[in-house]
């Protein structure tokens, strides 16, 4: 059997299990599958150089399914690289299985889950990049992306900087087979348009028959020698070789409705199996000796800001341990991370203004083993939150670093003020959530997010606040500090980040009114620390939570899960930012918020019983005092016409 009659019998071969996979499990995407099938049987069968018994070995090519529902086609090329049997490929989305509907990391040689469409070109980039600039080896990231994804604009993102950083050892196979879920995409087989747009971006470019095997090979072949990142656009027809579904609307996502004929009518059940080519090269000889390293300290009762603690931190990482390696997305001189630039200039990496690609890049660089920290402001981080979920999926250790976060950012308005940061980051599965109230507390947490698995998110100040925590005090990813207390304390003060000093400010002037506050300092918001909150809620009765976030989602609600279960009974209240904050100084903003000083003092007075609380009991009430409508009517809390204009 020459190779072209090989190859187009492995293609066919591809599409019968993909046929097969989805008719057992009921479900699956086989069209999908079989419109790419003879290109990934000539990738399989000649240019993926990949050990399958060796999936961790670090020379290996890697293949990323961007169009992740083509996962049937993506296990029966496992199957037939001997990397998995017929009757693991038959338990195709089954409870248990490796194989599920979407591929995850779950079954090697896998580097990370797709199936949210536009992320796995984006993921190459970074993949490629650590290829390229850090591992200085030569694999190839071959990435097989649909044309409906091309709509996403984190593929366009992709596609600039893999022409930004000249990655050459990268190749975007797209499968052009016109049929998205319910109508033709934009372009339906017009490859020449694609084509063109790749070119703008600085990319080389083929279009072709992708069902001409020797066109496949021809492809290939140049890819492989353009000299830049090269984008193969692939006419196909969905559903190819069976004609109640090839090139059908309608049919996406569905079983073949007779998968004994479609089978038949592709010349039956094979049983073919390649002998992927292994890498032959030698290892690089980077050079990676840690070096000794000074990590930075303050003393006490200085003024720092905790970005800026970040930013130093990290760099002494990177003396110490040389796979940590630093994105941004183009903030640095403002999330600091603008100091391992300068200390480490071969492993930082500039994002530019593009938050997908820059968590997408962290991911495809820890899938390599480095160890990414990746910063930007915090409220721009919102714009990759898919890319978050996705890697917690991928069971990816990724570091994450907010600046710029609450109203006490000042002057610069809602638009940069992250307020919904904390509850977003909660909610991925495995999180931690880290909020340091000081440079030494940023120092020591960002050290432990070094060795931490899974997502880790750090959200840091724009302004200085007081150092209060000692360099040698136990801080650690789920503790807490308690900055003042006592036996006699009548209620807990639970604050994180700038909201500690309004906390610490507050217990002072109680202390002078006679009353006795606990300050908890819940720097990690995730784990929290629920050991402490629980005794302080034992011995005092009432916590008062104080947080520069929305009210939803945040400390306030971290505290409130803490105590679902508490035996006893226990008051708690919660003080967040509740109505749409404006310009204006931190201080000026946070009195607004009603999370300052004066507003915990009036609020634990009412609480307790011993004064009425001049500033209002409901959120209706907190609402209009921050919007000015400090009138007799509070008017309709949903209106947010500005009072002032017209």
Same mark, same amino acid.
């Given at each position: +059997?020459?190779?072209?009659?090989?190859?187009?019998?492995?293609?066919?071969?591809?599409?019968?299990?993909?046929?097969?996979?989805?008719?057992?499990?009921?479900?699956?995407?086989?069209?999908?599958?079989?419109?790419?099938?003879?290109?990934?049987?000539?990738?399989?069968?000649?240019?993926?150089?990949?050990?399958?018994?060796?999936?961790?070995?670090?020379?290996?090519?890697?293949?990323?399914?961007?169009?992740?529902?083509?996962?049937?086609?993506?296990?029966? +090329?496992?199957?037939?690289?001997?990397?998995?049997?017929?009757?693991?490929?038959?338990?195709?989305?089954?409870?248990?299985?490796?194989?599920?509907?979407?591929?995850?990391?779950?079954?090697?040689?896998?580097?990370?889950?797709?199936?949210?469409?536009?992320?796995?070109?984006?993921?190459?980039?970074?993949?490629?990049?650590?290829?390229?600039?850090?591992?200085?080896?030569?694999?190839?990231?071959?990435?097989?992306?649909?044309?409906?994804?091309?709509?996403?604009?984190?593929?366009?993102?992709?596609?600039?900087?893999?022409?930004?950083?000249?990655?050459?050892?990268?190749?975007?196979?797209?499968?052009?087979?016109?049929?998205?879920?319910?109508?033709?995409?934009?372009?339906?087989?017009?490859?020449?348009?694609?084509?063109?747009?790749?070119?703008?971006?600085?990319?080389?470019?083929?279009?072709?028959?992708?069902?001409?095997?020797?066109?496949?090979?021809?492809?290939?072949?140049?890819?492989?020698?353009?000299?830049?990142?090269?984008?193969?656009?692939?006419?196909?027809?969905?559903?190819?070789?069976?004609?109640?579904?090839?090139?059908?609307?309608?049919?996406?996502?569905?079983?073949?409705?007779?998968?004994?004929?479609?089978?038949?009518?592709?010349?039956?059940?094979?049983?073919?199996?390649?002998?992927?080519?292994?890498?032959?090269?030698? +290892?690089?000889?980077?050079?990676?000796?840690?070096?000794?390293?000074?990590?930075?300290?303050?003393?006490?009762?200085?003024?720092?800001?905790?970005?800026?603690?970040?930013?130093?931190?990290?760099?002494?990482?990177?003396?110490?341990?040389?796979?940590?390696?630093?994105?941004?997305?183009?903030?640095?001189?403002?999330?600091?991370?603008?100091?391992?630039?300068?200390?480490?200039?071969?492993?930082?990496?500039?994002?530019?203004?593009?938050?997908?690609?820059?968590?997408?890049?962290?991911?495809?660089?820890?899938?390599?083993?480095?160890?990414?920290?990746?910063?930007?402001?915090?409220?721009?981080?919102?714009?990759?939150?898919?890319?978050?979920?996705?890697?917690?999926?991928?069971?990816?250790?990724?570091?994450?670093?907010?600046?710029?976060?609450?109203?006490?950012?000042?002057?610069?308005?809602?638009?940069? +003020?992250?307020?919904?940061?904390?509850?977003?980051?909660?909610?991925?599965?495995?999180?931690?959530?880290?909020?340091?109230?000081?440079?030494?507390?940023?120092?020591?947490?960002?050290?432990?997010?070094?060795?931490?698995?899974?997502?880790?998110?750090?959200?840091?100040?724009?302004?200085?606040?007081?150092?209060?925590?000692?360099?040698?005090?136990?801080?650690?990813?789920?503790?807490?500090?308690?900055?003042?207390?006592?036996?006699?304390?009548?209620?807990?003060?639970?604050?994180?980040?700038?909201?500690?000093?309004?906390?610490?400010?507050?217990?002072?002037?109680?202390?002078?009114?006679?009353?006795?506050?606990?300050?908890?300092?819940?720097?990690?918001?995730?784990?929290?620390?629920?050991?402490?909150?629980?005794?302080?809620?034992?011995?005092?009765?009432?916590?008062?939570?104080?947080?520069?976030?929305?009210?939803?989602?945040?400390?306030?609600?971290?505290?409130?899960?803490?105590?679902?279960?508490?035996?006893?009974?226990?008051?708690?209240?919660?003080?967040?930012?509740?109505?749409?904050?404006?310009?204006?100084?931190?201080?000026?903003?946070?009195?607004?918020?009603?999370?300052?000083?004066?507003?915990?003092?009036?609020?634990?007075?009412?609480?307790?019983?011993?004064?009425?609380?001049?500033?209002?009991?409901?959120?209706?009430?907190?609402?209009?005092?921050?919007?000015?409508?400090?009138?007799?009517?509070?008017?309709?809390?949903?209106?947010?016409?500005?009072?002032?204009?017209?």
């Amino acid at each position: +059997m020459n190779d072209t009659t090989f190859r187009r019998e492995l293609g066919q071969q591809l599409r019968v299990d993909s046929i097969r996979a989805s008719a057992k499990a009921g479900s699956g995407h086989p069209t999908s599958s079989m419109s790419a099938a003879d290109l990934m049987a000539v990738l399989l069968d000649g240019h993926l150089r990949l050990d399958f018994d060796r999936p961790d070995d670090p020379r290996n090519d890697h293949l990323v399914f961007s169009k992740g529902h083509a996962s049937p086609l993506y296990y029966g +090329m496992l199957k037939a690289a001997g990397a998995i049997t017929d009757e693991e490929l038959l338990r195709y989305r089954s409870f248990g299985s490796r194989l599920e509907g979407h591929p995850t990391p779950r079954i090697p040689p896998t580097d990370v889950a797709t199936g949210s469409l536009g992320q796995g070109l984006p993921i190459g980039v970074g993949i490629a990049l650590a290829g390229k600039r850090l591992d200085r080896l030569p694999y190839r990231v071959w990435v097989l992306c649909g044309d409906s994804e091309t709509a996403e604009g984190s593929i366009w993102e992709a596609f600039e900087h893999a022409a930004h950083y000249g990655l050459d050892n990268l190749t975007a196979i797209v499968d052009v087979n016109r049929l998205g879920q319910t109508t033709e995409t934009m372009l339906g087989w017009d490859v020449d348009t694609y084509a063109e747009r790749a070119r703008a971006f600085g990319w080389h470019a083929v279009v072709l028959d992708g069902h001409d095997l020797d066109a496949v090979e021809a492809a290939y072949t140049e890819a492989e020698n353009s000299g830049r990142p090269t984008a193969l656009f692939a006419k196909t027809k969905k559903g190819k070789g069976v004609r109640a579904v090839e090139d059908q609307p309608g049919k996406h996502g569905k079983p073949v409705a007779d998968p004994e004929r479609a089978i038949a009518e592709l010349g039956g059940p094979r049983a073919l199996s390649v002998r992927v080519a292994k890498p032959e090269f030698a +290892m690089s000889t980077v050079d990676a000796q840690p070096a000794e390293a000074r990590f930075p300290s303050w003393e006490v009762g200085e003024e720092v800001a905790t970005r800026q603690a970040y930013g130093e931190t990290l760099t002494a990482l990177g003396e110490s341990r040389p796979e940590v390696v630093a994105l941004d997305g183009e903030v640095s001189n403002s999330t600091a991370s603008a100091l391992f630039a300068e200390a480490h200039p071969g492993r930082y990496f500039e994002m530019y203004i593009a938050e997908q690609q820059l968590v997408a890049a962290a991911v495809g660089l820890q899938a390599r083993g480095w160890a990414a920290f990746a910063s930007t402001f915090a409220a721009f981080l919102t714009r990759a939150h898919d890319f978050v979920r996705m890697a917690a999926i991928s069971r990816a250790d990724l570091r994450l670093a907010g600046s710029h976060a609450g109203v006490s950012i000042g002057p610069d308005g809602p638009s940069q +003020m992250a307020l919904e940061d904390l509850a977003m980051f909660r909610a991925v599965h495995g999180s931690a959530v880290l909020h340091p109230s000081d440079a030494n507390q940023t120092a020591l947490l960002v050290t432990a997010m070094a060795d931490r698995g899974g997502i880790s998110y750090l959200r840091t100040l724009r302004g200085k606040t007081p150092v209060r925590t000692g360099p040698d005090e136990d801080v650690r990813i789920g503790g807490s500090r308690v900055v003042r207390g006592s036996e006699d304390d009548r209620v807990t003060l639970v604050a994180c980040g700038v909201t500690v000093g309004e906390a610490e400010e507050a217990a002072e002037r109680l202390a002078a009114d006679g009353v006795a506050a606990r300050v908890l300092d819940c720097y990690s918001v995730k784990p929290i620390d629920a050991a402490t909150l629980r005794a302080a809620a034992r011995d005092t009765g009432v916590l008062l939570t104080v947080e520069d976030h929305w009210p939803e989602g945040g400390l306030g609600d971290a505290v409130l899960e803490c105590l679902a279960d508490f035996p006893d009974a226990v008051t708690v209240r919660k003080l967040a930012v509740r109505g749409m904050p404006c310009s204006g100084s931190p201080a000026e903003l946070r009195a607004a918020a009603g999370i300052d000083a004066d507003r915990i003092v009036a609020t634990v007075h009412s609480v307790l019983g011993g004064r009425r609380n001049p500033f209002g009991e409901t959120p209706e009430e907190e609402r209009a005092i921050i919007r000015g409508e400090q009138g007799t009517s509070v008017g309709d809390p949903h209106d947010d016409t500005d009072p002032q204009s017209g």
